[in-house]
């Protein structure tokens, strides 16, 4: 498959970032070489472990905003205004000292949850000097919630264009991000939901995963092999919904003899409220998401 041209740059190095970094680099279509990821230690195990993929490492997010096309902010929520307060500097000070970056307008991708589109144009506006001419304005902003199975190219990620992204601006942000996601366009008020969906969604699947192979275990099935059925009958069931456009009461319904061993399965199921509880963790996700907004910036006008 032909390689793409693109450079991404990570500021964050944690698991987040590692898994996008490891489901991008499993496809050999974007160079190592044009992959840069910055932590504030050379000594950070994060960034140790991202030296490990053989991408290009730094302590610098200046060395981010000179290489990249594509600007991953990967920092826990409460950092990221504070990491994208020091653009404006940065690009006042290239400017001064006359030094290019590669791309004047890279695409800004908060992976963030709970940080606002608004919140984050508002720390992206910066100021340039081409010719002699001062240009400002502000730089391209998505909000994307992708999930640890990008690792393995398998991840979703939804994601949101802010008020200065356009569609082009999106095509390198889409090129890298699908080459280990399925990537849906959701307006910004349903990515919190998403974020229960896919990324603590893939939580609770992993529960459900463990304990159908203990289950397993239990009736006398070796672990590993337990394991592995309980992990194929998920994507089983995702392939018959995603690929054979089925509905999930269909999937059960045709899943289900009268009298038979899967219904007597899920009367077990019902009964211990596999359900409800599916249903309140999901809602709880969604208000935890909406705890951890930055306090200090939800009365600003």
């Keep these: 498959m032909p390689k793409l041209h693109y450079h991404v740059g990570f500021i964050g190095s944690g698991n987040m970032a590692r898994a996008l970094v490891e489901g991008i680099t499993a496809t050999g279509q974007v160079p190592l070489s044009n992959i840069t990821a910055s932590a504030t230690s050379e000594d950070s195990e994060n960034l140790k472990k991202m030296k490990a993929f053989g991408v290009n490492t730094t302590t610098s997010n200046r060395d981010i905003i000179l290489t990249a096309d594509v600007i991953v902010v990967a920092v826990k929520p409460q950092q990221v205004l504070d990491v994208l307060g020091q653009f404006e500097a940065m690009y006042a000070e290239m400017s001064k000292s006359h030094v290019t970056p590669r791309n004047l307008r890279p695409v800004i991708v908060s992976v963030a949850s709970s940080v606002s589109i608004s919140e984050i144009e508002k720390k992206t506006e910066v100021a340039w000097n081409i010719s002699g001419s001062p240009v400002q304005g502000h730089l391209p902003v998505i909000r994307s919630l992708p999930n640890v199975a990008a690792s393995v190219r398998a991840g979703v990620s939804a994601y949101s264009r802010g008020h200065y992204c356009n569609e082009s601006d999106a095509v390198p942000f889409l090129s890298v991000f699908t080459l280990c996601s399925h990537c849906e366009e959701v307006a910004e008020e349903y990515l919190d939901t998403f974020k229960a969906f896919s990324g603590s969604g893939i939580a609770f699947m992993s ?60 009367e077990v199921l019902e009964q211990g409220g596999l359900r409800a509880s599916l249903m309140g963790a999901i809602k709880r996700s969604i208000e935890r998401a909406q705890e951890l907004r930055p306090q200090h910036h939800n009365n600003q006008p």
């Excluded at 309980?230 to 089983?236: G, R």
């Excluded at 009298?259 to 399965?265: A, D, E, Q, R």
């Design 207 to 266: 529960v459900i995963l463990e304990a159908m192979a203990d289950g397993g275990v239990l009736v006398g099935l070796p672990r590993a092999m337990s394991q592995k059925i309980a992990a194929y009958t998920m994507i089983s069931a995702g392939k018959v919904v995603t690929e054979g456009g089925k509905h999930p009461s269909l999937v059960r319904e045709m899943s289900c003899s009268p009298g038979g061993t899967s219904i007597h399965g899920l």
